[in-house]
């Protein structure tokens, strides 16, 4: 998996490529997190991600818990189809802001 | 039907992906297929090399067959006996400050495969997925 940051004038993108998985899912959450830290508007461009197992969920949860105790926002773009069944079967659709 | 044994630890779970990824590419499963097949094989792998034999080591094995145009994979482990289909589902409509980590693993499996069943049986805990393509 690799992560590009983008830091525009008013949020910071984050753009991920590859499988968020059990051994990638730390990088993706430290990266959510900093970026949360520097700014408080946050996209990830999921558009390279196919594949997102439990452990990548619970880094997305961690942001977005974190992003509304700032009063920040993060939210998701590209968001292919199977990300998006697993986000629906998990209820994940539901939290999350998928643009 | 082929058949792979690695030991049960976390940072090894490519060498069972890879595998499984393989193989269902052989005999020509569609890729979504795959995809997803292979994150319920994660979602079981990680909780074998978590948690099946605490701080010691042991091996899991992964057993693939296909027939009629469906999938079936075994894991078996010789750790703790544990069924991990007893575990409660967790509330999905919960909103995301009111989740706790953990437990979703278990459920995408249920909800990924068609069929999942375990069984405990000559020492070993014996998981057996189902998934037609």
Redesign the interface.
């Given at each position: 998996m690799t992560i590009n940051e983008k830091i525009e004038s008013d949020k910071i993108v984050l753009e991920v490529e590859g499988k968020v998985?059990?051994?990638t899912t730390q990088q993706l959450q430290d990266a959510i997190l900093l970026a949360l830290q520097k700014m408080r508007q946050l996209e990830i461009d999921f558009g390279g991600v196919?594949?997102?197992?439990?452990?990548g969920?619970?880094a997305l949860?961690m942001g977005?818990?974190t992003a509304?105790s700032k009063q920040g926002r993060m939210y998701l773009t590209k968001v292919t189809?199977?990300v998006k069944?697993?986000f629906n079967?998990?209820?994940f659709s539901?939290?999350?802001e998928i643009q | 039907m082929d058949r792979l044994s690695v030991e049960a630890k976390?940072?090894n779970?490519?060498q069972i992906?890879d595998y499984v990824e393989e193989e269902l590419e052989a005999i020509g499963v569609p890729l979504?297929h795959i995809?997803?097949v292979?994150?319920a094989i994660?979602?079981v792998y990680?909780n074998i090399a978590s948690y099946a034999y605490k701080d010691e080591t042991g091996k899991v094995d992964v057993e693939i067959d296909t027939k009629d145009s469906s999938i079936n994979i075994k894991f078996f482990d010789e750790g703790t006996p544990y069924n991990p289909l007893e575990k409660m589902d967790p509330d999905?409509?919960?909103?995301?400050?009111k989740?706790q980590?953990?437990g979703?693993?278990i459920?995408?499996i249920k909800?990924?495969m068609d069929e999942v069943e375990y069984e405990y049986k000559d020492n070993k805990n014996i998981l057996t997925m189902v998934k037609g393509f």
């Amino acid at each position: 998996m690799t992560i590009n940051e983008k830091i525009e004038s008013d949020k910071i993108v984050l753009e991920v490529e590859g499988k968020v998985d059990r051994l990638t899912t730390q990088q993706l959450q430290d990266a959510i997190l900093l970026a949360l830290q520097k700014m408080r508007q946050l996209e990830i461009d999921f558009g390279g991600v196919n594949y997102i197992s439990s452990a990548g969920l619970r880094a997305l949860l961690m942001g977005q818990k974190t992003a509304q105790s700032k009063q920040g926002r993060m939210y998701l773009t590209k968001v292919t189809e199977p990300v998006k069944e697993i986000f629906n079967i998990t209820g994940f659709s539901s939290f999350l802001e998928i643009q | 039907m082929d058949r792979l044994s690695v030991e049960a630890k976390v940072e090894n779970l490519y060498q069972i992906t890879d595998y499984v990824e393989e193989e269902l590419e052989a005999i020509g499963v569609p890729l979504g297929h795959i995809t997803s097949v292979c994150i319920a094989i994660e979602e079981v792998y990680v909780n074998i090399a978590s948690y099946a034999y605490k701080d010691e080591t042991g091996k899991v094995d992964v057993e693939i067959d296909t027939k009629d145009s469906s999938i079936n994979i075994k894991f078996f482990d010789e750790g703790t006996p544990y069924n991990p289909l007893e575990k409660m589902d967790p509330d999905i409509n919960l909103p995301a400050e009111k989740r706790q980590q953990g437990g979703l693993g278990i459920y995408m499996i249920k909800k990924i495969m068609d069929e999942v069943e375990y069984e405990y049986k000559d020492n070993k805990n014996i998981l057996t997925m189902v998934k037609g393509f």
